[in-house]
């Protein structure tokens, strides 16, 4: 049994593109950020191209879908290469079937989208409704959003990534073959990478392998059926992996670094195999190894999860060596090590990758009677010495500002050993961060067993009233990052340790539980909805036909709370509209400004706009609420969702 996140923001997976409002209020593309929790792609200019398998032909024009062709690969090649686009973006819309393995293109490289164009892939007649039969193999593409279809293929990767920026990866159901699929989902050498509400599964390695990635998140996916199921490494940084459910895995849930070929990285990142990661508010289940660890790692936190039957071949949590090998390009390696890097000097050599700053606080890892881990609840290792030629500090430690805090841990026997402070481990009495004696005081380790509503159903909220809410937890201190590995320095990333909100959105406190859900209710947050047509999926209509926009909102616990509510309309052109209920008479107007000020109430499903005629374009239309009430929109307080309209 699989949760089903209800996103903070309430993004429809189908709803396109995502709250141009935030266009306002852009946030910063260029460093980790913890708001928008999904990626804005803000309301871009685009030309449609349609792709039909069943009804298609590829001697078409592609303008409707009456006009469609039949091939993915026709589509494709009819976007310019090596050309930035300035005036128009692409959205390529399949409409439901299955494409074979011959209509999709061999390789997609040097599509150049920018922000206000960009190239889409998507689903017309919502989300799942087309299957690709072939992987997608891309390189050096910007800008390029793969949204709402499915990938099913037995191929060594189901998406491989290489050299591309601002990749946008959301609402996808990739299903590889567990005996042929190496990585369902394999990012090199990439740049602002985001994977958002997809269904990830089925390889003999990794579900998701990302080696040399900056920028980016990982939020509201359900990843499984693979053995290292998530990992980031290779010099990959600042990285936020939120509200995802990782389950059925092997060695690990998931893992912050891990080994890498000194060759495949790249300046400045050429020290720890991971840097600045935020692992939070995350479900992790059903693994034989690790529930989650750090490999190399570099100001890394892992807070606010709640982990399941995790560990039974060794060790519940890890935080050990990453490894750095050099794979045949010696000359490279030759190079990025006389550039400062860390890494062996010829072949044949592997070098320890140290961690530092590793703060695990406020965890809640429960393994039921008749599973627990076979050694330790840790595996911290002890001190290595690294060749005296390869940059790396010796000794080179896995423990130093390792903090576990606030968690509870309640896995096999009162005696099961700690996996620190004995000989050959880290966390020794003399670590003033990480010991036996704090860890034992600073944890509730085997002496209060967590109560869930139903774990072994799927249901890992805490029991409402339970023994959860009296659990202690700690405040999360922020990094320093004043010791940065150099040369080459990298950027900071984000050193702010804050988690203001649960696995649902709903806001966290001082006084919330350890673990991913603050409450052990459904999501209590506002939920709003807007249909067009009385569906959420995009939809595509003729010029005379009538549409009609519908909107409702669940109020939860945020009843009779203060909030700005918008009801807004864009349209291809850049032109806004908002309902007006503020000022008499109520109406749409031009422009965009708050609909109405007031408490949150539960409004049924009510129509706000019935309209004919409307000129042939693409029209979005967005409704929600933003709790703090100022006329101004606040993302960390604002819910809402969205659809988009294609009329011909």
Known sequence: MTLKPKVFLSISLRAWPVLGLLLMFSASLFAQVMSPRYYDPGAPTLTDIWVDPLNGRDGNSGASRAQALRSLDAAWTGIPSDTVLATTGYRILLAAGAYAADSIPNYMERRYGTYACPVVIQAADGQGTATLLRELNIFDCRYLYLVDFN???AANNLI???????????????QGDTNTTQET???????????????ISGAFWMAVDFVAVQYGHIVGNALHNADWVAYLKGG???FRIEANEIYDGGTIGFSAGQGTGFEFMISPWLHYEATDIKFINNVVHDIEGAGMGVNGGYNILLAYNTLYRVGRRAHALEAVFGERSCDGDTARCAALRAAGGWGPVSGGITEPIPNRHVYIYNNVLYNPAGYQSADSHLAVYGERAP???????????????????GNIFWNGPPDLALGIGDAGQGGQTSNPTCNPAQF????????LEPQLVNPAGGDF?????????????YAIPDFTGDDRPAPPEEPAGNLSNAVNRDYYGNARSSSSPPGAFIQGTTNTAPVASIQANH??????IPADDTLTITAGLAAGAYAGASADWWLAAATQDGAWYYFDYLNAPAQWRAGLAVTWQGPIFDLSSADVLTVSALAPGVYWFYFGVDTVMDGQVTLASLFYDAVSVTVY
Do not use: W
Not at 440 to 447: K, S
């Open 151 to 153: 990938i099913t293929a």
């Open 160 to 174: 491989h990534g290489e050299s591309c920026t601002n990749l946008l990866m959301r609402g996808l159901t990739l």
């Open 185 to 199: 989902i394999k990012m090199n050498q990439c740049q602002y990478v985001y994977l958002e509400d997809s269904d």
């Open 236 to 238: 990959s940084a600042y």
């Open 387 to 405: 060749s005296s030629d390869s940059n790396i500090s010796s000794p080179a430690e896995t423990d130093v500002d390792l903090s576990l805090r």
């Open 440 to 447: 034992l005081t600073d944890n509730a380790v085997n002496n």
């Open 461 to 473: 909220q805490p029991l409402p009233g339970g023994n959860v809410f009296t659990a202690a937890t």
């Open 535 to 540: 569906t959420d999926s995009t939809i595509s």
